[in-house]
């Protein structure tokens, strides 16, 4: 369940890359000849939030943030292997007594 927008993700994510390129002290020039990204798709990007995976995954190299990308989506434990163990019933467990001297 997503619990906000797409957009609103957007501008977050072109927020803090904005933010990180002007704590590195990187004009947008600066920052597209270090990633290898066009400074029109640099632009294009910080205003209006549209740039391709490729281009951002670049960006994302130089700013920072690649790692954490990568940690974020790396798949969850699974805690049931297939449907079955889903619907099955849950086993009552026993109680188990030590024995009395």
């Known amino acids: ?17 904005r933010e990180r390129r002007l704590q590195m002290e990187l004009t947008q020039e600066g920052l597209s000849q270090r990633a290898d990204v066009p400074l029109s798709t640099l632009r294009k990007f910080e205003q209006k ?22 940690d974020a989506l790396k ?6 292997k297939s449907i079955d163990e889903v619907l099955k019933p849950e086993e009552k ?7 009395r001297k």
């Open 93 to 99: 467990t026993t109680r188990k007594r030590g024995k």
């Open 49 to 70: 939030g549209s740039i391709s995976l490729d281009s951002l995954l670049k960006i994302l190299s130089v700013v920072g943030g690649l790692e954490e990308i990568v």
């Open 1 to 17: 369940m997503l619990l906000i927008s797409l957009s609103k993700v957007q501008r977050k994510i072109v927020e803090s890359i």
């Open 75 to 80: 798949p969850k434990q699974q805690h049931f």
